[in-house]
């Protein structure tokens, strides 16, 4: 059995939910797609922003700019992806659908172009693995939210 690199399969990954929203759009009667296609990528988001991107900012240096940007269209993913869960339906989803799936197209093009290839060089391969199995295996945490999405928080003084 010949292993897929870490690379193919957040790309796979990212074509699964892809195909999740486009099963959705021609269907807009059956919600388990779009269900299906959200909770996978607020998880590859977390799998992306909790370990692969650190891992890669601390490995080299220089990807730490374009992982800032990842950071930022992330969160405006979260936020589609919020608004889409609270209205799935109608022209206000069908046009959250469409900027959805038009973040997406620019966002990971960028990830598979810039950072992905990276992560098949720099990173060993133990590490690589558990990220693998992550993708096939792991949970999101309960009300986890992603980096730059999260309320500013104030000192909570006394
Ligand atoms: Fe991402
Ligand atoms: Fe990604």
Same mark, same amino acid.
């Not at 690199?5 to 193919?8: E, F, Q, R, V």
């Not at 220089?62 to 992982?67: C, D, K, T």
């Given at each position: 059995m010949g292993t897929e +690199?870490? =690379? *193919?399969a957040l790309e796979r990954e990212h074509h699964e939910i892809d195909e999740g929203i486009a099963a959705f759009a021609? +269907?807009?009667?059956?919600p388990q797609p779009l =269900?299906? *296609?959200?909770? =996978?990528?607020r998880r590859h988001i977390y799998l992306e922003e909790e370990f692969?991107?650190?891992l890669l900012g601390e490995a080299e240096p *220089?990807?730490?700019?374009?992982?800032f940007v990842m950071l930022r269209e992330h969160a405006q993913i979260w936020n589609t992806l919020d608004a889409l869960e609270r209205e799935p339906g109608g022209s206000t989803g069908h046009a959250l659908r469409r900027q959805l799936t038009s973040q997406l197209l620019h966002h990971n093009l960028k990830e598979e172009r810039v950072l992905y290839p990276r992560a098949d060089d720099t990173l060993p391969p133990s590490v690589a693995g558990r990220l693998r199995a992550f993708l096939s295996s792991g949970e999101?945490?309960? %009300?986890?939210?992603?980096v730059k999405a999260r309320p500013v928080t104030r000192n909570?003084? %006394?």
């Open positions: +690199s870490l =690379a *193919a021609a +269907s807009p009667r059956n =269900a299906r *296609a959200i909770r =996978a990528l692969l991107f650190p *220089a990807l730490r700019a374009p992982v999101l945490p309960e %009300g986890w939210v992603c909570a003084g %006394g």
